[in-house]
């Protein structure tokens, strides 16, 4: 195997120039990258700690050797030595987190990729109902679904009406921050315009089946799907994400995560607690990942590549969806701008080999 990927290195070596690769290498701004290339070794160092042994240095050295011959710059083999050590090999065909925030989503995305932050139009940008959005704020209005004004002071009757607690996020949400629940008790309009423009949705009680990862907050399916070249959209990457804790919602630097086959839906053998510690059960419940069946996958997976169909330029989104207790499918959010990646190339990767992404650093 080793030998295989060193002779694809050294026929990449040929392939390019020495001088191209300098010229894209001199491009690259390393501060940007030292922050992602920190968080990779940290990572990796906790992994070590576990198993009582250090990366093999042939893999690291073919980590480095991949990452500037394929990828055109050394910088983004940390990434790539991590993934390995996750992996318990190398894999070609990895797309390195910050290779993909940097290189890939400005060109296959492009400006499509702001969109996914405005919360307040997913519903009518996508034309459903599967988002669980109940009002809307922006530039000092609250809209109704169908588009009725609700004054301030009627709002907190409306949202109440029918729900103890109620969920807003602010467009730029990320990883978990910019949420918050509120139950009638605690709810502040002047509150929400302080925090800006976003979407209330209705709290999803989720399926028994994830009571056993999470009770106190609803735990989501990351699904990433892709736009190929002719505009045929597939899943490539699925995994389940909890929150630890106590937390309210589920935070990405506080989430444990269990990768999910994609063709058939079952959970793999071995999950990982925030810091990348493995584990082969829930440390409170003792639920067994391996083997579990996911209830609502396929009817996800179904409906985020459906939705895709309806945005084909923009060419790779993340989605996070619940399944409430009815196994009916709820979309909490999408993601175009930076759908990270590396827990499921790391686990479960590489998902994008054949779309060509190494290549897009050369001019």
């Keep these: 195997m080793l030998r295989r990927i060193k002779s694809a290195a050294t026929r990449s070596r040929r392939r390019l120039s020495g001088a191209l690769r300098r010229r894209y290498s001199a491009s690259v701004n390393k501060e940007v990258h030292s922050k992602q290339n920190r968080k990779a070794e940290s990572i990796l160092s906790t992994i070590e ?6 990366l093999d240095p042939a893999i690291r050295r073919l980590c480095l050797e991949y990452a500037g011959d394929v990828l055109g710059w050394e910088g983004y083999s940390p990434w790539l030595c991590t993934y390995s050590a996750l992996a318990g090999e190398f894999r070609e065909g990895w797309i390195p987190d910050n290779y993909y925030g940097e290189v890939v989503l400005p060109i296959v995305n492009k400006d499509m990729r702001t969109i996914s932050d405005l919360r307040v139009i997913e519903s009518m940008l996508f034309g459903t109902r599967l988002f669980p959005d109940v009002l809307s704020y922006a530039n000092g209005l609250f809209v ?3 588009h009725e004004i609700i ?5 907190g009757g409306y949202l109440f009406q029918q729900a103890d607690r109620i969920v807003f996020k602010l467009h730029s949400s990320f990883h978990g921050r910019g949420v918050w629940v509120y139950t009638k008790e605690n709810f502040s309009v002047d509150a929400v315009v302080r925090a800006g423009n976003g979407v209330f949705q209705s709290y999803v009680t989720q399926h028994h089946f994830f009571d056993s990862f999470t009770a106190n907050s609803v735990a989501t399916i990351r699904l990433t799907t892709v736009a190929d070249s002719n505009g045929e959209i597939s899943c490539r990457a699925a995994y389940l994400r909890a929150a630890m804790d106590a937390d309210p919602v589920v935070l990405t630097t506080k989430a444990m995560r269990v990768s999910i086959d994609v063709p058939t839906g079952l959970l793999h053998t071995t999950g990982y607690l925030p810091n990348y510690y493995a584990i082969t ?4 419940s003792g639920f067994v990942f391996g083997g579990a069946t996911v209830p609502g996958y396929f009817q996800s997976v179904a409906a985020v590549c459906d939705l895709h169909k309806k945005l084909p330029f923009c060419k790779c989104i993340g989605w996070d969806v619940c399944i409430d207790t009815s196994e009916m499918i709820q979309i909490i959010e999408w993601n175009a ?12 990767g590489p998902s994008f080999a054949d779309l060509g992404w190494e290549d897009l650093w050369k001019p």
């Design 49 to 54: 700690n576990q198993q009582g042994a250090v």
């Design 144 to 146: 109704s679904p169908s």
């Design 151 to 155: 004054p301030h002071e009627a709002v």
């Design 281 to 284: 059960e829930h440390p409170d």
């Design 337 to 348: 701008r930076h759908n990270n990646i590396r827990f499921s190339e790391a686990t479960a």
